[in-house]
């Protein structure tokens, strides 16, 4: 009998494993990949949307392009999970497997940040980045604050690339000298894991004239003005804002989420439940929130999987390691090699920014939409 997979969510973690599942074993799987959109598109692209113009329908990568022997794709909603029995109910009924990986992501808790909605503009959502192409176009003189309302977030040098990004508008408008631009977050630097990369990042802001202010939690926005867990105050023009992060409310209510995200074995990723795996920003294994980490953890677990079925030995641990690329402003990428799990401690190698780092960014998007969607 095939072994049957349940994947939940087709982002890096659920394109990836269903990928090779598909490569190494093809139809000796059933694999069934679940989600509830009709595309997919690389996280990056919402600055893309923000600032160069860029549109949600050129950037999104069709999921009927997924064709792979042995995967299914089913496109509906998950209504419930059951981690016991490795089941789900979609919108057309029950479906079951020998092994489920739970990669739905993380979604956005704007109610968690009273006046966030209604005072400010979030740019971590595809709709919010489109959105937020309209209040930073018309922005010409005030303060702008780019803030973090809650820690961990998906791709941790993102608001920094914001502040950047909204500098060269800015510029490029000829206004930026009538504007102030402030980052706050909840860090005590713009990537933790990496002083190097943070020490170059404060280097930017400071000749960019760009105000970095870590170690700030938003607890409420009124108009005008953003009120910070300590008491420190900010009045704004434009608010950006990164809602705080949690777990899909359909996990949430399976019962397997702690501390707000499904608790997993980091070397593995296997959860408490047998035949169970978490990957990607829905799980707490000891990493930051990025694609490239979920599909670093995917690799994982289609070995896994892989070793399963065949018979073969099991894969090595999953390393906590990947590359992040860092938009620095006027065209400059850096990348940063992140490491969290393989040695003793974590570390962050950063390589400078060049118009090389550009191209090998734009590289990597092309691999991933030509490996996963055959474009």
Request: charged letters at 25%.
């Amino acid at each position: 009998m095939k072994t049957r997979v349940l994947v939940l969510g087709a982002g890096f973690g659920g394109l990836e494993l269903s990928t090779m599942l598909a490569e190494e074993l093809g139809d000796q799987v059933e694999v069934t990949l679940i989600d509830r959109n009709d595309s997919f598109a690389f996280g990056y692209s919402k600055l893309d949307m923000m600032f160069r113009g860029v549109s949600l329908e050129s950037v999104s990568l069709p999921y009927s392009k997924v064709v792979k022997p042995g995967v299914t794709l089913v496109r509906e909603e998950i209504r419930s999970i059951d981690a016991e029995s490795r089941s789900v109910e979609t919108d057309s009924g029950t479906l079951e497997g020998d092994v489920m990986v739970i990669a739905l992501g993380a979604d956005y808790d704007l109610e968690a940040t009273p006046g966030l909605a209604e005072h400010g503009t979030e740019f971590y959502s595809f709709a919010g980045a489109r959105d937020a192409a309209g209040p930073v176009a018309s922005f010409s003189s005030g303060h702008a604050v780019v803030g973090v309302c809650g820690a961990p977030f998906k791709c941790p040098p993102a608001p920094s690339e914001c502040a950047l990004m909204l500098s060269d508008e800015l510029t490029r408008r000829g206004v930026r000298g009538d504007c102030e631009i402030t980052l706050t977050m909840p860090l005590g630097s713009p990537v933790p894991p990496s002083p190097e990369t943070s020490a170059a990042l404060m280097s930017e802001f400071e000749a960019r004239g760009i105000t970095f202010r870590g170690g700030l939690r938003p607890v409420r926005l009124e108009p005008g003005l953003v009120i910070y867990e300590d008491g420190t105050e900010l009045p704004f023009d434009l608010f950006l804002g990164i809602p705080k992060h949690r777990a899909p409310d359909v996990v949430i209510d399976s019962g397997i989420t702690e501390h707000g995200y499904v608790p997993v074995e980091p070397a593995t990723l296997k959860t408490k439940f047998e035949g169970v795996y978490a990957v990607g920003d829905v799980a707490n294994a000891e990493v930051p929130k990025a694609g490239v980490f979920a599909e670093g953890a995917a690799r994982v677990v289609a070995k896994r999987v892989i070793a399963q079925v065949t018979g073969g030995d099991a894969p090595p641990p999953f390393d906590g390691k990947a590359s992040c690329y860092i938009e620095f402003g006027e065209e400059r990428i850096a990348r940063v090699d992140i490491d969290f799990l393989s040695g003793p401690e974590r570390t962050g190698e950063f390589n400078a920014p060049s118009q090389e780092l550009r191209q090998e960014k734009s590289d990597f998007g092309s691999s991933r939409r030509a490996r996963w969607f055959g474009l």
